[in-house]
């Protein structure tokens, strides 16, 4: 019993730890908590985190959670375009993204957590100065390496991989897709999360997604369970559960980003939630323009100009223009953004962006500049990917990048193991030839 109240008592400061780390509303009570954090007991812990609770989940007037508002506070932008690539262009279009998405993700996963300089670090042990291809293996640390890639990773490291290994970053795609099937296109947040609960295994989660699985199992319902007891709500998880949205939309940017609410609010708020959006609606986009700057202001379009997301677009935007190279823009990102926690949605989106802005519409440039940022490496280099791959098509992808993925994707997903990248693209197909006729039929 004394074992398992130090337990209760050690959880309790995690989820504090993460409440307040980037919380820049939360100051004054971030300094309290930083006095009393090892000598409080669990009665004074669980009402100091009462009442950082009441701060953080409080309505923010140029940050709203609610579609209504985040609507009124966008800038102008098309919000649908006439026209979008349909039957076989279509196909290949999707199954691009879902490449994209997985090379990026097989990549960026073995230096999963790492800075840029752990990276750098260990592939000159290998000769290597960049991220130029899969991350070489070694067993155990390489001579004058500080980080071992896991064996755990093996999977996913050059010369090892056979197929897209199972990972959550691809399952969610797979989960999402299922429930615009099995719900429909008007799906509810309440959808997401019953389809969680019947497909997707409590442990396969990870961070805002795990406490809104515990709560959906306590029976807190949506949108409380984005709220409750989850200081992840404002991380990355949204964001890389969102391409789906995009893929069922082509040329639909303001009806993705609402699809993406409809998931998002399940387990986040605010700018979890913008991430989640500015991805969907930056897919769709890219079903009907090459231009990776125009993709980037139309996704923008679809959230509060003011929140801390769009600033963050902005700055980046602004410094590509003003750096002759992506390490120098990175550097400006790391000193405004390094603070935040390595799993936050605004510090890594802004790698996304920077792999997009200076990766020559190349997909091997691309996914290697945001997994040579650190961070969240694979979440960033598979958002990047799944851009790059819609704008480019399946057929413009380079072989040494999607063969070694042999159309084989595991995936956690109940009913859905193992599956191939060439099937989920079909059944994406599907489901976006479906929007586009409602669209059509609604405007008619």
Known sequence: MK???????HALKTLLDDEVADREEVEALKARYEAVRDTAGRA????????????????????????????RLRRAGPRAFPAAPGGDELYDRILGGLLGRACGCTLGKPVEGWTRAQIEEYLAAFGEEDVTGYIPFHDGPPPGAARAVL???????????????????????VLCLHILDAAGLDFTTEDVGRIWLERMPYMCTNTAERAAYANLVNGIA???????????????????????????????????????????RLSHVRNGIYGGMWVAAAIAAAFVTDDVRQVIEIATSEIPRESRFARMVEDVVRWSGECDDWKACWQRIHDEYGNLHWVHTLNNAALTLLALLYGEKDLGKTICIAVQGGWDTDCTAAT?????????????????????????????????????????????????????ELISCTNA
């Open 44 to 71: 004074e812990l669980e009402a100091l985190y009462s009442e950082i609770l009441q701060v953080n989940v409080a309505e923010q007037p140029h940050q709203p959670s609610d579609l209504e508002a985040i609507r």
């Open 151 to 173: 064996s755990f990773h093996r999977p996913f490291c050059r010369g090892e991989i056979n197929r897209m290994a199972r990972e959550d970053d691809m399952d969610f795609t």
């Open 222 to 264: 949506p949108p409380r369970t984005a709220a409750h007891r989850n200081p992840y709500r404002e991380w990355i998880g949204a964001q890389i559960r969102a391409d789906a949205f995009g893929y069922a939309a082509p040329g639909l940017p303001e009806f993705a980003a609402g699809l993406a609410w409809r998931d998002a």
């Open 3 to 9: 074992e398992l109240k130090h337990q209760i008592h």
């Open 384 to 436: 990047a990917g799944s851009i790059l791959g819609v704008m480019l098509g399946a057929s413009a992808l380079p072989e040494r990048w999607v063969a070694p993925l042999n159309d084989t994707l595991e995936t956690a997903v109940f009913g859905y193991n193992p599956t191939t990248f060439t099937g989920i693209a079909r059944k994406a197909c599907n489901i976006a030839q479906r929007t586009r």
